[in-house]
């Protein structure tokens, strides 16, 4: 009897939790490891966090200043779209599809799978087979509650929050204790020159950047915010100067407690601190990072369906991905759809190299929505935005990213050639099914089947299931009749 679309339930509070619990996820507990190898030593590690940090506080603020100017959800698909046009928007799509989020998400899941059985299996790995199914069963627990309710996502998202910074704190507080009775041997020659190599910087910087993000997550959403103008701004400034001050002490901690050999030689860097530092929540900490894991999946389903939602209402997704369920008002087609590719993901999946498989496409991206900041304000001089940053944040934020992308093919070559052909894929279906208009026999075809579907199809089940029904009725007479006799 009302009007069916995604109500404004996301408050400031839940902004902020849906930020903090997406940023604070599984990057923190498996990319020290990531950042320290291609960095080469500790100090350089520490430098990288805190530039990320600083990197990832220029990116929020370009969004915030672009979810004040677009008013529509979709975050980085909707920013390309309407400051660069929609073959750009398309190939994020296309790539954000079959290999952003699912790459994301699987490398989420696999970690969350592996702190989960780390306190039944310590000291010893956890065996990757019962890792993978545990990462499914989550994934797929995340997956159904989005499917129900907006409501409790978002309510499980600001509880899981509160897990997130207690689990850094768990680890920050004994490190910080170390520190201050003088246990600093680790950072002796903390900046040794001969282990840089500078052309691994870039994969130390997808590893560091990975941690951190989760930072656009409120761009996605910016139809369910309330009071968006306000919010937007203050959520995000709030939540990144939170996460950087706690990566920052949690890395010091690391490093107190573990030397750098611990560290490259951990596959859960969290649990192996626990494990020196604190053995007494040896089966506590993993538990806390693996349920932080957990409310990263969420914040990410509960994102990316609103970018398919997005792109179906704007016609370059399928228009079944637009639909909103009745009763639910969720997005139930977009909140499914990552199903199969996130299962083969985990199935076949390694942390690391899918860590920088997705990332050069993430980043590419994200440098093409800031890019197109400029491009909008340079084309709309005279709009009012109730939020805006200075014109050096987004052009060196767009310079960073860019410049990171173009090095990190020297670094790894392979993989980020696979992720570059999967976004020039999209060329050839966005100007075979997108771009290019449907012939009028196509067009008549499809009038005939979709004529078909909805109107000949449901007729004809309502009449068999009609027939079947009245010879059912006929059958139980016959059959209590002949029990009378009997």
């Known amino acids: 009897e009302e009007a069916i679309f995604l109500r404004k339930k996301i408050t400031l509070l839940r902004a902020f939790s849906l930020l903090i619990g997406s940023m604070v996820g599984s990057g923190i507990f498996i990319s020290p490891k990531g950042v320290l190898k291609n960095s080469g030593s500790v100090g350089f590690s520490l430098v990288v966090w805190f530039s990320c940090g600083l990197l990832s506080m220029f990116g929020a603020l370009c969004y915030a200043e672009l979810g004040t100017r677009i008013t529509k959800s979709g975050g980085h ?9 929609p073959l750009p928007s398309f190939l994020f799509l296309w790539a954000e599809f079959f290999a952003i989020r699912p790459a994301n998400s699987a490398v989420v899941s696999l970690a ?31 997956l159904t509650l989005n499917s129900w309710s907006v409501t409790w996502s978002a309510r499980l998202q600001t509880a899981l929050s509160v897990v997130k910074l207690l689990a850094l704190a768990l680890i920050i507080v004994p490190g910080m204790m170390l520190l201050a009775q003088g246990h600093t041997e680790h950072f002796q020659d903390a900046f040794d020159r001969q282990s840089l190599v500078l052309d691994k910087l ?3 910087f997808y590893a560091g950047m990975f941690a951190y993000s989760g930072w656009f997550q409120t761009s996605f959403v910016r139809e369910e915010l309330v009071k968006p103008e306000r919010n937007i701004p203050l959520a995000v400034i709030v939540s990144v100067i939170t996460v950087i001050v706690g990566y920052m002490l949690t890395n010091v901690s690391y490093y107190t407690v573990l030397g750098t050999q611990d560290v490259l030689a951990s596959p859960a860097v969290a649990v ?12 506590v900490v993993p538990v806390l990072v693996a349920l932080s894991c957990f409310g990263t999946m969420n914040g990410g ?5 609103r970018t398919l939602f997005v792109a179906s209402r704007e016609g370059q997704w399928p228009p079944l991905f637009s639909m909103i369920h009745i009763r639910r008002h969720t997005p139930l087609p977009a909140v499914m759809l990552m ?28 440098g093409l929505a800031t890019l197109g900041l400029i491009v909008h304000r340079h084309r709309h001089p005279d709009l009012h935005s109730p939020f805006k940053v200075p014109l050096f944040v987004p052009i060196s934020f767009t310079i960073i990213c860019l410049f990171t992308v173009a090095m990190s093919f020297y670094s790894d070559p392979v993989n980020i050639s696979i992720g570059c052909t999967m976004v020039l894929s999209g060329f ?25 579907l909805w109107t000949k199809l449901p007729s004809f089940f309502s009449t068999l299931s009609d027939y079947l029904t009245h010879k059912l009725q006929l059958l139980l007479e016959v059959v209590q009749q002949e029990i009378k006799t009997y």
């Open 202 to 204: 870039p994969l130390a």
């Open 112 to 142: 969350f799978g592996r702190y989960m059985l780390e306190p039944f299996f310590a000291p010893c790995a956890a065996p990757v087979p019962a890792v993978k199914l545990v990462s499914l069963l989550g994934y797929y627990m995340v």
């Open 301 to 305: 389903i509960f994102t990316f369906s």
């Open 77 to 85: 698909y909707i920013y390309i779209l309407e400051t660069l046009g």
């Open 272 to 283: 192996s601190f626990v494990q020196r530092a604190f053995k007494s929540l040896i089966s």
């Open 428 to 452: 050839p279906v966005y100007y075979l099914i997108i771009h290019r208009q449907m012939s009028d026999r196509c067009r008549h075809l499809f009038s005939i089947s979709e004529d078909f």
């Open 339 to 366: 199903f199969p590719l996130v299962t083969a993901m985990v199935c076949i999946g390694d942390i690391y190299h899918l860590l920088n498989f997705f990332s050069f496409s993430r980043w590419l991206f994200i």
